[in-house]
């Protein structure tokens, strides 16, 4: 032991320098805790603080720039911690004494972990505040020592991701679910209304439907060609509310006459004409908002071949969010598309979507990005050919079964429990009602 302390040359001076390097790895370390578990609300409250809390909402700022000069420091100052760390223990053993060589070396390591990790780390965590606004400063300076080669350190740290983890994606702070659940738990205080909660639920719903779910689809809507005037209506307003005008002697639509606001019926009416956004069928409603929220007007839906499938208007997004019960089957027929016929039987349009399907009879569904959107849809799938009456599926408890279609198309289905519910007659009717489906 003595002779350790006699050799205090060997170790002494390096020991001091390695000192120093756990202080800086405990800034670094603390100061990247203390940011970086900062909530949203206290950086905004920052924001408008001292100007040592303005600095740290700065440095959140650009929460990438700043966590790649934490990193690069801390790794530089640990490097360096180690090779010292050797430097020493070499001198000890060349000296003779092995032992204190292996002792250093076991200390060193536990100091760097305890006292430039652990210990400022769990500090930051409870005082994180304090901590983020005392660390701005110095750490602002170091952050702008690094700026002329951070550019280059992302592009490799680009560059590695996209080789070892091309489909790593960043995590959100707060998923759509967790704000479900929220607006459920509000519900439940009676701080906001039924009504409120279903408004609500379908505005997070917009980033699950896609643009095929809420189109028009093609000959559900009017298509004329150039010129189009008042008299081709017949005096009556085409579903939709609008005309899509048919581009030359083909079946594509680029433009469409929204109807509803007209007011001069003197001219031709394509000179009301507003160019469509164009948007693949899987496109997220949410996406197609964003689109049309600063234009208006309209979108047509195309699929994999580049063909126009449909149109979807912006005031079908506006009917997405504030009914209750959105449907683009009750847009469609202008009646209610899914009617219960009693014993457990009800009598399905065969454009009713699956969501609303399964939504209606109370059953889930996995929505796969390639799925069959409308019942009809599903029905053909399974059949793997066009249905015709009296056909049958089973599909999630119920039997499909198919009481009204045309050689293009399902128009009505009846679906009966395999199971008829307790005190039920399983013999309900499933013929269409008088009427049938226009």
């Known amino acids: 032991m003595w002779e350790f302390f006699e050799a205090a040359s060997l170790w002494f001076p390096w020991s001091l320098g390695m000192l120093c390097l756990i202080g800086f790895s405990g800034f670094f370390s603390s100061s990247e805790t203390a940011l970086f578990f900062l909530s949203p609300t206290e950086l905004r409250a920052m924001r408008v603080g001292s100007p040592a809390e303005k600095a740290a909402s700065d440095l959140m700022a650009d929460a990438n720039r700043v966590l790649t000069a934490i990193l690069f420091w801390n790794l530089l100052i640990n490097l360096t911690y180690f090779v010292l760390g050797v430097v020493v223990a070499q001198r000890l053993a060349t000296a003779g004494m092995a032992t204190a060589a292996a002792i250093y070396g076991i200390l060193s390591l536990a100091a760097i972990i305890l006292f430039g990790e652990v210990l400022p780390k769990s500090i930051a965590v409870v005082f994180r505040r304090r901590a983020a606004?005392?660390?701005?400063?110095?750490?602002?300076?170091?952050?702008?020592?690094?700026?002329?080669?951070?550019?280059?350190?992302?592009?490799?740290?680009?560059?590695?991701?996209?080789?070892?983890?091309?489909?790593?994606?960043?995590?959100?702070?707060?998923?759509?679910?967790?704000?479900?659940?929220?607006?459920?738990?509000?519900?439940?205080?009676?701080e906001i209304t039924d009504a409120e909660r279903k408004?609500?639920?379908?505005?997070?719903?917009?980033?699950?439907?896609?643009?095929?779910?809420?189109?028009?689809?093609?000959?559900?809507?009017?298509?004329?060609?150039?010129?189009?005037?008042?008299?081709?209506?017949?005096?009556?307003?085409?579903?939709?509310?609008?005309?899509?005008?048919?581009?030359?002697?083909?079946?594509?639509?680029?433009?469409?006459?929204?109807?509803?606001?007209?007011?001069?019926?003197?001219?031709?009416?394509?000179?009301?004409?507003?160019?469509l956004v164009h948007v693949p069928w899987c496109?997220?409603?949410?996406?197609?908002?964003?689109?049309?929220?600063?234009?208006?007007?309209?979108?047509?839906?195309?699929?994999?071949?580049?063909?126009?499938?449909?149109?979807?208007?912006?005031?079908?997004?506006?009917?997405?969010?504030?009914?209750?019960?959105?449907?683009?089957?009750?847009?469609?027929?202008?009646?209610?598309?899914?009617?219960?016929?009693?014993?457990?039987?009800f009598h399905i349009e065969g454009v009713v979507s699956l969501r609303t399907l399964s939504h209606t009879l109370g059953v889930p569904y996995d929505f796969d990005d390639d799925a069959n959107w409308t019942v009809g849809g599903l029905i053909a799938d399974q059949l793997d050919r066009i249905p015709v009456r009296q056909d049958t599926i089973r599909w999630n408890g119920y039997e499909l079964r198919v009481i009204d279609a045309t050689s293009r198309e399902v128009k009505r289905i009846a679906a009966i429990p395999l199971k008829p519910p307790p005190g039920i007659d399983g013999g309900a009717s499933v013929e269409p009602e008088s009427g049938g489906v226009s």
Do not use: C
Not at 245 to 256: K, L, N, S
Not at 296 to 316: K, P
């Open 283 to 345: 496109a997220r409603l949410a996406d197609v908002l964003q689109e049309l929220g600063p234009r208006g007007g309209a979108a047509s839906v195309i699929n994999e071949h580049g063909e126009t499938i449909g149109v979807l208007m912006l005031e079908d997004l506006i009917d997405t969010v504030v009914v209750a019960e959105a449907s683009r089957a009750r847009r469609i027929l202008r009646r209610e598309p899914v009617i219960n016929v009693g014993g457990g039987v």
């Open 199 to 275: 408004v609500i639920h379908n505005a997070l719903d917009l980033s699950d439907w896609t643009a095929e779910e809420s189109m028009w689809p093609r000959g559900s809507y009017l298509t004329l060609p150039t010129p189009i005037r008042w008299a081709d209506l017949d005096g009556r307003m085409p579903p939709g509310d609008f005309v899509a005008v048919r581009a030359g002697d083909t079946t594509e639509i680029e433009q469409i006459v929204p109807l509803r606001d007209l007011v001069d019926v003197t001219e031709p009416l394509e000179t009301r004409s507003v160019k």
């Open 133 to 190: 606004v005392a660390l701005a400063f110095p750490l602002t300076l170091t952050v702008r020592v690094l700026d002329p080669v951070t550019p280059a350190l992302a592009e490799i740290a680009n560059s590695l991701r996209r080789m070892f983890w091309p489909r790593l994606q960043a995590e959100p702070f707060l998923k759509a679910e967790d704000l479900e659940q929220a607006v459920e738990a509000l519900t439940d205080r009676r």
